[in-house]
């Protein structure tokens, strides 16, 4: 099997499907990339059975055939020499031979027949529906960074996809914090359901996913959730557990709401994580008369600085891990943003001024060690 085409475009296309292999594997074959060739495309894919992915190159030739390359393939086609590069398979010995100026190499491949080809997503999807890539991108960036990192509780692993009334519902929690992102107007045909996708797997979507008005279409089943856009097809296994109902820890009413600018209160809490120390790198807020008062005090030295704010309600006196304020401030994209507190044990609720469907709990530290 002999073919010619672009290195570059090649390159591209291995390194979008090398971000499915597994980091470690006993299962010997998925530690490599499938390569096919049919009579309109190269088809790379790779998968560690948690995600997989498929990447179309345009091409015609009447070579056909399949094989799976080493991972090794990605480095050598990000310095290949020149524009074109020239490929030639021996299907008998899985021997892989590719040239292009000065350059030679000789590559070791492997049989393809057995390749879990199952990973990559339904063909024929229970439901569907499509988004426009750049708005499902920033939907999901606005919550993911609140899902669990940690295993023992893997529920919070995943972000909840929950689908009614023509809503999409995403929901992630570490447990310390809770976001919560409603997006109005879907349209869709299937009944209500939920999804539970790992965060890890989406965290790696995201890097893939363009910011364009072109559509993603989103297709699952009982065990998959797949992502087709541009020439890529993105599957997620869905994780199994259980995600628990977080409606009851979101407070019906606040005893002081405050509207501040965000970019000012982000800058400030920056200075403050300068100082900020222990597991919990937390800064003291002090709401009073119309200004929130931002405190750090440890072996290093110590900071404050004021902020003014429009308050409405009590006085207000707690901590709150610096980072958690800070990875909410650094996504959102408004000018000023609500923030409603509870009382001096009970949770900060980040709103927005012109937009109810989304959410951003946080709960305060009760200790200081």
Known sequence: MQLTTSSSQLYD?????????????????????????DEKALILSSTN?????????????????????????????????????????????????????????????????????????????EASFQF????????????????????????????LFSFDDQKIKLTASDTYRL?????????????????????????????????????????????TMAFNFDSINFTSRLLEEKYPDVSGVIPGSYKSRIVIDRRMFEEVVSRAALLAEGKNQAVNLVLNNNQLEAKVSGQEGSMEELMPVEQDGEDINLHVNTRFI?????????????????????????????DQSYLYLVLPIKKMN
């Open 13 to 37: 296309c291995l390194e979008i499907a090398e971000k499915a292999l597994p980091v470690r594997s006993t299962v010997p074959m998925i530690n490599s990339i499938l390569f096919e060739v």
């Open 49 to 125: 059975l948690e995600m997989a992915i498929r990447v179309k190159m345009e091409y015609q030739g009447s070579e056909r055939g399949k094989i799976l390359l080493p991972p090794k393939i990605v480095d050598i086609m990000r310095y290949f020499p020149v524009s074109e590069v020239n490929i030639n398979i021996n299907l008998d010995n899985y021997r892989i031979d590719i040239s292009g100026g000065s350059a030679h190499f000789n590559l070791n491949g492997a049989d393809a027949q057995d390749y879990p080809t199952a990973a990559f997503g339904p063909i024929t999807p």
């Open 132 to 159: 426009k890539q750049e708005r499902f991108k920033k939907n999901l960036r606005s919550v993911i960074f609140a899902a669990s990192a940690e295993e023992t509780r893997p529920a919070f692993n995943g972000i």
């Open 179 to 223: 976001v919560i992102k409603e997006i109005q107007n879907q349209s869709w045909s299937f009944e209500s359901r939920k999804c539970l996708v790992p965060a890890r797997v989406m965290r790696e979507f995201l890097r893939i996913i363009e910011e364009s008005d072109r559509e993603v279409s989103i297709g699952f089943d009982s065990k």
């Open 326 to 354: 800070l990875d909410i401030l650094k996504i959102l994209e408004e000018k000023r943003i609500i923030i409603d507190f509870h009382g001096n044990d009970g949770p900060l609720v980040f709103r927005l001024v012109d």
